[in-house]
Protein backbone atom coordinates (compact mmCIF):
# COMPACT_ATOMS: atom_id res chain seq x y z
CA UNK A 1 0.00 0.00 0.00
CA UNK A 2 1.58 3.25 -1.01
CA UNK A 3 1.96 6.45 1.54
CA UNK A 4 -1.21 8.04 -0.31
CA UNK A 5 -3.34 5.20 0.42
CA UNK A 6 -2.20 4.73 4.06
CA UNK A 7 -3.15 8.31 4.66
CA UNK A 8 -6.35 8.07 2.96
CA UNK A 9 -7.12 5.35 4.91
CA UNK A 10 -6.19 7.56 8.18
CA UNK A 11 -8.27 10.06 7.09
CA UNK A 12 -11.12 7.73 6.82
CA UNK A 13 -10.67 6.46 10.74
CA UNK A 14 -10.62 9.67 12.18
CA UNK A 15 -13.46 10.70 10.47
CA UNK A 16 -15.14 7.40 11.67
CA UNK A 17 -13.86 8.30 15.33
CA UNK A 18 -15.00 11.86 15.05
CA UNK A 19 -18.55 10.87 14.15
CA UNK A 20 -19.16 7.83 16.55
CA UNK A 21 -17.79 10.64 19.29
CA UNK A 22 -20.26 13.15 18.15
CA UNK A 23 -23.00 10.91 18.68
CA UNK A 24 -22.44 9.98 22.20
CA UNK A 25 -21.43 13.14 23.44
CA UNK A 26 -23.20 14.20 26.62
CA UNK A 27 -26.43 16.22 25.53
CA UNK A 28 -27.60 19.04 27.97
CA UNK A 29 -31.46 18.90 27.82
CA UNK A 30 -32.82 22.67 28.92
CA UNK A 31 -35.29 21.33 32.19
CA UNK A 32 -37.70 23.54 34.09
CA UNK A 33 -36.02 24.95 37.17
CA UNK A 34 -36.53 22.88 40.03
CA UNK A 35 -39.23 24.65 42.56
CA UNK A 36 -37.86 26.58 45.70
CA UNK A 37 -39.87 24.94 48.66
CA UNK A 38 -41.77 28.31 50.88
CA UNK A 39 -40.32 29.04 53.88
CA UNK A 40 -43.85 29.12 56.33
CA UNK A 41 -45.03 32.43 57.64
CA UNK A 42 -46.74 31.59 61.09
CA UNK A 43 -47.67 35.14 61.97
CA UNK A 44 -47.26 38.83 61.27
CA UNK A 45 -47.52 42.37 63.05
CA UNK A 46 -47.48 45.69 62.17
CA UNK A 47 -46.05 48.43 63.63
CA UNK A 48 -46.83 52.55 64.07
CA UNK A 49 -43.90 53.49 61.83
CA UNK A 50 -40.93 51.99 60.00
CA UNK A 51 -38.11 49.60 61.49
CA UNK A 52 -34.90 49.86 60.89
CA UNK A 53 -33.06 48.82 64.37
CA UNK A 54 -32.26 44.80 65.03
CA UNK A 55 -34.48 42.74 66.54
CA UNK A 56 -33.84 41.22 69.80
CA UNK A 57 -34.70 38.23 71.28
CA UNK A 58 -35.39 37.88 75.66
CA UNK A 59 -35.16 34.42 77.44
CA UNK A 60 -38.56 34.44 77.44
CA UNK A 61 -38.88 35.07 74.55
CA UNK A 62 -40.17 38.03 74.32
CA UNK A 63 -39.41 40.26 70.72
CA UNK A 64 -38.44 43.67 71.18
CA UNK A 65 -38.53 46.10 68.03
CA UNK A 66 -37.73 49.29 67.91
CA UNK A 67 -39.58 51.75 65.81
CA UNK A 68 -39.55 55.43 64.15
CA UNK A 69 -43.09 56.35 65.62
CA UNK A 70 -40.83 56.46 68.80
CA UNK A 71 -42.21 53.47 70.46
CA UNK A 72 -40.47 50.11 71.34
CA UNK A 73 -42.50 47.23 70.84
CA UNK A 74 -42.15 43.91 72.80
CA UNK A 75 -44.03 41.03 71.40
CA UNK A 76 -44.33 37.26 72.59
CA UNK A 77 -44.06 34.56 70.67
CA UNK A 78 -47.44 34.37 69.18
CA UNK A 79 -46.88 37.92 67.68
CA UNK A 80 -49.11 39.46 70.54
CA UNK A 81 -48.60 43.22 71.84
CA UNK A 82 -47.43 42.91 75.51
CA UNK A 83 -46.41 46.61 76.01
CA UNK A 84 -45.27 49.53 73.99
CA UNK A 85 -42.92 52.45 75.25
CA UNK A 86 -42.95 55.25 73.81
CA UNK A 87 -38.75 56.84 74.17
CA UNK A 88 -38.47 58.97 71.18
CA UNK A 89 -37.77 57.71 67.12
CA UNK A 90 -34.61 54.99 66.97
CA UNK A 91 -32.83 53.30 64.19
CA UNK A 92 -30.58 51.86 66.63
CA UNK A 93 -30.71 48.08 68.25
CA UNK A 94 -32.09 47.45 71.54
CA UNK A 95 -29.89 44.99 73.79
CA UNK A 96 -30.75 43.12 76.72
CA UNK A 97 -28.90 42.99 79.84
CA UNK A 98 -29.11 39.61 82.61
CA UNK A 99 -31.61 40.86 84.67
CA UNK A 100 -34.03 41.77 81.47
CA UNK A 101 -33.59 45.09 81.07
CA UNK A 102 -33.82 46.43 77.17
CA UNK A 103 -31.31 49.10 76.43
CA UNK A 104 -31.64 51.56 73.41
CA UNK A 105 -30.31 54.58 72.21
CA UNK A 106 -32.36 57.14 70.39
CA UNK A 107 -31.59 59.74 67.22
CA UNK A 108 -31.84 62.34 69.54
CA UNK A 109 -28.55 61.60 71.73
CA UNK A 110 -30.50 59.05 74.58
CA UNK A 111 -30.29 56.45 76.00
CA UNK A 112 -33.34 54.54 78.01
CA UNK A 113 -33.16 51.57 80.15
CA UNK A 114 -36.47 49.94 80.22
CA UNK A 115 -37.76 47.34 82.54
CA UNK A 116 -38.46 44.10 81.30
CA UNK A 117 -42.44 45.32 81.65
CA UNK A 118 -41.80 48.13 79.55
CA UNK A 119 -41.37 50.97 82.50
CA UNK A 120 -38.91 53.57 82.03
CA UNK A 121 -35.80 52.44 84.90
CA UNK A 122 -33.77 55.28 83.39
CA UNK A 123 -32.64 57.70 80.79
CA UNK A 124 -29.37 59.66 79.93
CA UNK A 125 -27.85 62.59 77.75
CA UNK A 126 -25.20 61.00 75.77
CA UNK A 127 -24.56 63.97 73.30
CA UNK A 128 -26.32 66.91 72.00
CA UNK A 129 -28.28 66.38 68.54
CA UNK A 130 -29.37 63.92 65.89
CA UNK A 131 -27.82 60.46 65.66
CA UNK A 132 -25.49 59.89 62.59
CA UNK A 133 -26.36 56.02 62.20
CA UNK A 134 -27.81 52.71 62.04
CA UNK A 135 -25.96 51.70 65.77
CA UNK A 136 -25.61 49.12 67.57
CA UNK A 137 -24.21 49.11 71.48
CA UNK A 138 -22.11 46.94 73.39
CA UNK A 139 -23.60 45.47 77.08
CA UNK A 140 -20.97 44.76 79.70
CA UNK A 141 -20.81 43.80 83.04
CA UNK A 142 -21.46 47.08 84.22
CA UNK A 143 -21.62 49.20 81.19
CA UNK A 144 -23.62 50.01 77.96
CA UNK A 145 -21.09 51.11 75.51
CA UNK A 146 -23.06 53.41 72.91
CA UNK A 147 -21.88 55.28 69.99
CA UNK A 148 -22.32 58.88 70.60
CA UNK A 149 -21.75 61.93 68.14
CA UNK A 150 -18.14 62.13 68.18
CA UNK A 151 -17.05 59.68 70.37
CA UNK A 152 -17.96 56.45 72.53
CA UNK A 153 -19.86 56.87 75.33
CA UNK A 154 -19.88 54.11 78.71
CA UNK A 155 -23.40 54.65 80.02
CA UNK A 156 -23.57 52.85 84.03
CA UNK A 157 -26.31 50.10 83.58
CA UNK A 158 -27.33 50.76 87.38
CA UNK A 159 -28.61 54.28 87.08
CA UNK A 160 -27.71 55.96 83.51
CA UNK A 161 -24.86 57.92 84.89
CA UNK A 162 -22.51 58.87 82.04
CA UNK A 163 -18.93 57.81 83.32
CA UNK A 164 -16.27 58.47 80.50
CA UNK A 165 -16.23 59.57 76.47
CA UNK A 166 -13.86 58.92 74.26
CA UNK A 167 -13.39 61.31 70.73
CA UNK A 168 -12.98 59.06 67.72
CA UNK A 169 -15.26 56.70 67.25
CA UNK A 170 -18.61 55.33 66.87
CA UNK A 171 -20.90 57.95 65.21
CA UNK A 172 -20.74 56.09 61.36
CA UNK A 173 -23.18 53.22 60.37
CA UNK A 174 -20.94 50.61 62.25
CA UNK A 175 -21.21 48.79 65.79
CA UNK A 176 -19.44 48.36 69.08
CA UNK A 177 -17.52 45.48 70.05
CA UNK A 178 -17.14 44.25 73.36
CA UNK A 179 -14.14 41.66 73.95
CA UNK A 180 -14.58 39.64 77.61
CA UNK A 181 -11.21 41.86 78.72
CA UNK A 182 -12.98 44.57 78.39
CA UNK A 183 -10.99 46.06 75.70
CA UNK A 184 -13.52 47.86 72.77
CA UNK A 185 -14.20 48.30 68.98
CA UNK A 186 -15.68 51.17 67.71
CA UNK A 187 -15.64 53.30 64.40
CA UNK A 188 -15.94 56.16 63.67
CA UNK A 189 -15.00 59.03 61.70
CA UNK A 190 -13.52 57.15 59.04
CA UNK A 191 -10.98 55.36 61.83
CA UNK A 192 -11.48 51.94 63.31
CA UNK A 193 -10.31 52.45 67.10
CA UNK A 194 -9.49 50.37 69.89
CA UNK A 195 -10.08 51.12 73.15
CA UNK A 196 -9.38 50.03 76.81
CA UNK A 197 -12.50 50.00 79.58
CA UNK A 198 -11.25 53.40 80.42
CA UNK A 199 -11.91 54.97 77.12
CA UNK A 200 -8.40 55.44 76.38
CA UNK A 201 -7.23 55.01 72.71
CA UNK A 202 -5.03 51.88 72.18
CA UNK A 203 -4.64 51.96 68.21
CA UNK A 204 -6.21 53.56 65.72
CA UNK A 205 -6.53 52.80 61.75
CA UNK A 206 -5.61 54.48 59.99
CA UNK A 207 -3.04 55.70 62.78
CA UNK A 208 -4.18 59.67 63.98
CA UNK A 209 -0.73 61.70 64.36
CA UNK A 210 -0.22 64.49 66.71
CA UNK A 211 0.09 66.48 63.78
CA UNK A 212 -2.64 65.87 61.92
CA UNK A 213 -4.81 66.51 65.33
CA UNK A 214 -3.28 69.88 65.63
CA UNK A 215 -4.20 70.92 62.13
CA UNK A 216 -7.76 70.49 63.23
CA UNK A 217 -7.49 72.20 66.17
CA UNK A 218 -7.34 68.77 68.10
CA UNK A 219 -10.44 67.35 66.90
CA UNK A 220 -9.52 64.16 64.87
CA UNK A 221 -10.29 64.81 61.10
CA UNK A 222 -11.68 62.44 59.39
CA UNK A 223 -9.63 59.05 58.19
CA UNK A 224 -9.98 57.19 54.80
CA UNK A 225 -11.37 53.73 56.89
CA UNK A 226 -15.03 54.44 56.96
CA UNK A 227 -16.45 50.88 58.81
CA UNK A 228 -20.34 50.54 57.97
CA UNK A 229 -21.00 47.95 59.94
CA UNK A 230 -20.57 45.80 62.83
CA UNK A 231 -17.15 44.36 63.68
CA UNK A 232 -17.33 40.74 63.93
CA UNK A 233 -14.16 38.64 65.46
CA UNK A 234 -13.32 34.81 65.39
CA UNK A 235 -11.52 32.46 67.53
CA UNK A 236 -8.31 33.37 65.96
CA UNK A 237 -8.90 36.43 67.20
CA UNK A 238 -9.30 38.37 63.76
CA UNK A 239 -11.65 41.40 63.44
CA UNK A 240 -13.81 41.82 60.34
CA UNK A 241 -15.76 44.32 59.00
CA UNK A 242 -16.85 45.76 55.78
CA UNK A 243 -15.25 49.42 55.05
CA UNK A 244 -16.66 51.68 52.43
CA UNK A 245 -18.52 50.65 49.76
CA UNK A 246 -16.44 47.91 48.23
CA UNK A 247 -14.26 46.60 51.25
CA UNK A 248 -14.09 43.28 53.23
CA UNK A 249 -11.60 43.75 55.59
CA UNK A 250 -9.72 41.08 58.56
CA UNK A 251 -7.36 42.86 60.98
CA UNK A 252 -5.86 41.24 63.80
CA UNK A 253 -6.60 42.57 67.48
CA UNK A 254 -3.82 45.06 67.08
CA UNK A 255 -5.34 47.08 64.26
CA UNK A 256 -2.79 45.41 61.56
CA UNK A 257 -3.97 44.21 58.27
CA UNK A 258 -4.65 40.75 57.15
CA UNK A 259 -6.35 40.88 53.72
CA UNK A 260 -9.30 42.29 52.31
CA UNK A 261 -11.71 41.12 49.63
CA UNK A 262 -12.90 43.72 46.93
CA UNK A 263 -16.63 43.97 45.43
CA UNK A 264 -18.25 45.64 42.93
CA UNK A 265 -21.17 47.66 45.42
CA UNK A 266 -22.02 50.97 44.48
CA UNK A 267 -23.95 50.85 47.98
CA UNK A 268 -22.92 50.54 51.43
CA UNK A 269 -21.78 46.85 52.38
CA UNK A 270 -23.77 47.71 56.20
CA UNK A 271 -24.52 44.17 56.55
CA UNK A 272 -22.03 42.52 59.57
CA UNK A 273 -19.86 39.09 58.32
CA UNK A 274 -21.03 36.22 59.95
CA UNK A 275 -18.59 33.20 61.48
CA UNK A 276 -19.61 29.72 61.66
CA UNK A 277 -18.51 26.92 63.64
CA UNK A 278 -15.78 25.79 61.10
CA UNK A 279 -14.47 29.32 61.05
CA UNK A 280 -16.24 30.27 57.75
CA UNK A 281 -16.92 34.03 57.01
CA UNK A 282 -20.35 34.97 55.26
CA UNK A 283 -20.29 38.44 53.89
CA UNK A 284 -23.49 40.31 52.29
CA UNK A 285 -22.55 42.88 49.74
CA UNK A 286 -24.53 45.82 48.73
CA UNK A 287 -23.97 44.13 45.27
CA UNK A 288 -26.44 41.82 45.55
CA UNK A 289 -23.77 39.13 46.49
CA UNK A 290 -23.61 36.52 48.92
CA UNK A 291 -19.96 35.29 49.78
CA UNK A 292 -18.68 32.28 51.63
CA UNK A 293 -14.40 32.67 52.46
CA UNK A 294 -12.25 30.52 54.47
CA UNK A 295 -10.02 32.54 57.36
CA UNK A 296 -7.30 33.56 54.59
CA UNK A 297 -9.64 35.27 52.35
CA UNK A 298 -10.07 32.66 49.97
CA UNK A 299 -13.57 32.57 48.41
CA UNK A 300 -14.96 29.42 48.51
CA UNK A 301 -18.27 29.95 46.65
CA UNK A 302 -20.37 33.11 46.29
CA UNK A 303 -24.35 33.25 45.16
CA UNK A 304 -26.16 36.23 43.24
CA UNK A 305 -29.17 36.83 45.08
CA UNK A 306 -32.19 38.68 44.18
CA UNK A 307 -31.62 42.45 45.91
CA UNK A 308 -28.65 44.63 48.30
CA UNK A 309 -27.80 42.66 51.44
CA UNK A 310 -28.19 45.16 54.42
CA UNK A 311 -29.28 43.16 57.25
CA UNK A 312 -27.19 40.74 58.51
CA UNK A 313 -27.30 36.98 58.27
CA UNK A 314 -28.22 34.62 61.10
CA UNK A 315 -26.78 31.46 61.10
CA UNK A 316 -28.86 28.18 61.85
CA UNK A 317 -27.91 25.17 64.00
CA UNK A 318 -27.62 22.99 61.17
CA UNK A 319 -25.11 24.83 59.09
CA UNK A 320 -28.33 26.84 56.93
CA UNK A 321 -28.26 30.43 56.54
CA UNK A 322 -30.87 32.57 56.22
CA UNK A 323 -30.87 36.04 54.41
CA UNK A 324 -33.17 38.71 53.98
CA UNK A 325 -32.35 40.28 50.23
CA UNK A 326 -34.24 42.86 48.64
CA UNK A 327 -37.85 41.56 49.27
CA UNK A 328 -36.74 37.97 49.60
CA UNK A 329 -36.01 35.87 52.55
CA UNK A 330 -33.95 33.04 51.35
CA UNK A 331 -32.74 30.09 53.54
CA UNK A 332 -29.23 29.17 51.74
CA UNK A 333 -27.15 25.53 52.32
CA UNK A 334 -23.68 25.39 53.81
CA UNK A 335 -21.96 25.04 50.09
CA UNK A 336 -23.90 28.04 48.56
CA UNK A 337 -27.49 26.50 47.15
CA UNK A 338 -30.99 27.73 48.19
CA UNK A 339 -32.94 25.63 50.27
CA UNK A 340 -36.04 27.69 50.33
CA UNK A 341 -37.16 31.02 50.44
CA UNK A 342 -40.63 33.66 51.34
CA UNK A 343 -41.49 36.95 50.02
CA UNK A 344 -41.23 39.56 52.90
CA UNK A 345 -43.76 41.99 51.21
CA UNK A 346 -40.70 45.04 51.62
CA UNK A 347 -37.52 45.85 51.96
CA UNK A 348 -35.90 44.69 55.18
CA UNK A 349 -32.77 46.96 56.78
CA UNK A 350 -33.31 45.16 60.59
CA UNK A 351 -31.11 42.43 61.16
CA UNK A 352 -33.49 39.33 61.86
CA UNK A 353 -33.08 36.66 64.70
CA UNK A 354 -33.52 33.39 65.49
CA UNK A 355 -35.33 31.94 68.14
CA UNK A 356 -34.68 28.78 70.09
CA UNK A 357 -37.57 26.82 68.63
CA UNK A 358 -36.03 27.66 64.94
CA UNK A 359 -38.59 30.13 64.15
CA UNK A 360 -37.07 33.38 62.16
CA UNK A 361 -38.27 37.05 63.34
CA UNK A 362 -38.04 39.81 60.29
CA UNK A 363 -38.78 43.17 60.51
CA UNK A 364 -39.52 45.48 57.80
CA UNK A 365 -38.79 48.84 56.45
CA UNK A 366 -42.63 49.31 56.28
CA UNK A 367 -42.72 48.30 60.07
CA UNK A 368 -44.15 44.66 60.01
CA UNK A 369 -42.78 41.98 62.20
CA UNK A 370 -42.72 38.55 60.41
CA UNK A 371 -42.66 35.19 62.06
CA UNK A 372 -41.20 31.90 59.65
CA UNK A 373 -40.64 28.57 60.43
CA UNK A 374 -37.11 28.45 60.35
CA UNK A 375 -36.92 24.41 60.70
CA UNK A 376 -33.75 24.40 61.07
CA UNK A 377 -33.28 24.66 64.97
CA UNK A 378 -31.33 27.36 66.62
CA UNK A 379 -28.93 30.14 66.61
CA UNK A 380 -25.47 27.81 65.93
CA UNK A 381 -22.63 27.75 68.75
CA UNK A 382 -20.31 29.83 67.03
CA UNK A 383 -17.86 32.65 67.60
CA UNK A 384 -20.10 35.46 65.41
CA UNK A 385 -23.91 34.00 64.36
CA UNK A 386 -25.70 36.88 63.60
CA UNK A 387 -25.76 40.54 64.16
CA UNK A 388 -23.95 41.97 67.49
CA UNK A 389 -23.06 38.19 67.64
CA UNK A 390 -26.07 36.62 70.34
CA UNK A 391 -29.69 37.20 70.80
CA UNK A 392 -29.66 40.24 73.25
CA UNK A 393 -27.41 41.94 70.58
CA UNK A 394 -24.50 42.24 73.68
CA UNK A 395 -21.41 42.71 70.94
CA UNK A 396 -19.73 40.64 72.78
CA UNK A 397 -18.32 37.23 71.14
CA UNK A 398 -19.71 34.03 71.76
CA UNK A 399 -16.25 31.99 71.70
CA UNK A 400 -12.48 33.74 71.49
Same mark, same amino acid.
Given at each position: ?67 ? %? ?28 ? %? ?6 TNNGRVFALNPSGGVRWTAEVYDGNSWGKNG ?17 ? $? ?5 ? $? ?130 ? %? ?28 ? $? ?76
Amino acid at each position: MGQKQILATLIALLGVVALVAYWRRPVSHATSPAVTPTIVKKWEFTAGGKIYGALALADDSTIYAPSE %DGFVYALDASGTLQWKTYIGPSICAPAIGT %DGAIYISTNNGRVFALNPSGGVRWTAEVYDGNSWGKNGSALGRDYLYTASRGGLSA $VRLANGQ $VDWQSMGGGEQWGSITLLPDGTLFAPGRGRLSSLDSHGEILWQHPALTPEALRRNANFPPPGDFFVVSGIAVDSNHTLYASVDRTRLVALGLDGSPKWELQTDSAALNRATPVISADGTIFFGSGDATFYAL %DSFGTTKWTLRLDGPLVATPVLAQDGSIFV $VSGRLLSTISPDGHVLSHAETGYESESSPTLARDGTLYVATVDGRVIAFAGGHGGLMDSPWPKYQADLSNSGTPRTF
